[in-house]
């Protein structure tokens, strides 16, 4: 199958990802939980990811944080930090009209549950200094924390994040980022985007297995997290409250040693796949020339303000129906809503939703000529 979905998961993965998760199978014990050979294993492997996630996004291994996935990042990150006393008076959260349902119902659920307001800032697609303007217009002195996107997972669109941040923190607001479909595509550090805490996904951009995603909380920041599970950590038994420190005050029970050798390996193989932009302007040149195509939020020359993704619909044909023809041709893409209903609010496609195409590290010329030949 020729796979355009890497905005879901990037695909496949490499034999060094698989051959890492086999021997981790085969050859580790729990890590942290006793001190013979195969539980030490465990804890190297544990470590070595932390490690080469560090390298990757300019942090230290007691920085990154493991998590299941971006999303499980994303709660951690909005409630634990919410929740502290320090954030108690401030009684606003800042998204952006971009936001995935990782973000939005989080968000949600935090506003509801302590009787907050929860504000949005629109992005402007063609324009950051129009997005910034909005963005200065929304945030005021009761914004407690600004969570946003890095990137649209429906039409790609980087935000002016360091921009961003750079206002947030002279509020004395706490910046989360969601960096769910930019980690891999392009650099990024809490350090020089100026924001507090990344989340990521794993298995997307980073060719790591899925159920993997980690977070990295910049140190300058001296955040503190409530937490909102608690557990087993193999270490102070006899204490009723998880430890104070990261990253173990955020990781609970036994951790995923297949999926963290896994997405170590993919850390230390990755390499930033510029190939794929110049496939990408490619694709968008010839479906911008086809009058049975309409386009969403897609670049009209910046090429640097976008990850590979393009959304788009056959004129008078449903979403679902074009990802089912080019399924039965062999082609993966996805239709509908992404999870992302505020991003289709933006871009106006509530309606019926979008085909949304995305390129990944191992896509070719020649599928693309494909692909458009079979729409």
């Avoid at 952006?96 to 549950?113: A, G, I």
């Avoid at 949005?120 to 063609?126: K, R, S």
Wanted: aromatic share 8%; proline share 3%.
């Amino acid at each position: 199958m020729i796979y355009f979905d890497n905005a879901a998961t990037g695909f496949p993965k490499s034999e060094n990802v698989f051959e890492a998760m086999k021997t981790a199978y085969f050859g580790s014990g729990n890590a942290g939980r006793s001190g013979h050979d195969l539980a030490n294993e465990g804890s190297l492997i544990i470590y070595n990811c932390r490690k080469r996630a560090g390298v990757l996004f300019g942090c230290e291994p007691e920085q990154v944080v493991l998590t299941k996935n971006a999303t499980e990042a994303l709660n951690l990150s909005i409630k634990g930090v919410f929740n502290k006393g320090r954030l108690k008076n401030k009684s606003e959260v800042l998204i952006s009209s971009l936001e995935h349902n990782s973000v939005l119902r989080p968000v949600h659920k935090l506003c509801t549950s302590n009787n907050i307001a929860r504000k949005q800032f629109e992005v402007d697609l063609y324009d950051d200094n129009k997005t910034v303007d909005n963005f200065k217009r929304a945030i005021n002195k009761n914004t407690a924390i600004v969570v946003a996107v890095h990137a649209s997972n429906v039409c790609g669109r980087i935000l002016p994040i360091k921009r961003l941040a750079e206002i947030a923190s002279s509020y004395g607001a706490v910046f989360i980022l969601d960096a769910a479909q930019t980690a891999g595509y392009i650099p990024v550090s809490t350090e020089k985007l100026g924001v507090d805490i990344i989340c990521m996904s794993g298995h997307k951009g980073l060719y790591g297995p899925m159920g993997t995603g980690l977070m990295t909380v910049n140190q300058g920041s001296k955040l503190y997290f409530d937490t909102i599970m608690e557990g087993g950590t193999g270490i102070g038994s006899f204490e009723r409250d998880m430890p104070e420190f990261l990253p173990e005050r955020l990781e609970y029970g036994t951790q995923n040693n297949c999926g963290f050798a896994g997405l170590a390996a993919a850390c230390e193989e990755h390499s930033y796949p510029t190939e794929v932009f110049a496939l990408f302007a490619y694709l968008l040149e010839k479906m911008r020339m086809r009058d049975d195509i309409i386009l969403y939020g897609a670049p009209k020359d910046n090429l640097v303000d976008y990850v590979p993704v393009l959304l788009f619909n056959k004129r008078n044909v449903a979403s679902e129906e074009t990802a089912a023809r080019l399924n039965e041709k062999g082609i993966a893409v996805r239709a509908g809503y992404h999870c992302a209903p505020l991003a289709h609010t933006a871009l106006g496609t509530i309606k019926n939703g979008g085909v949304r195409i995305s390129l990944g590290r191992s896509n070719t010329a020649e599928e693309v000529y494909f692909l458009l030949s079979v729409l």
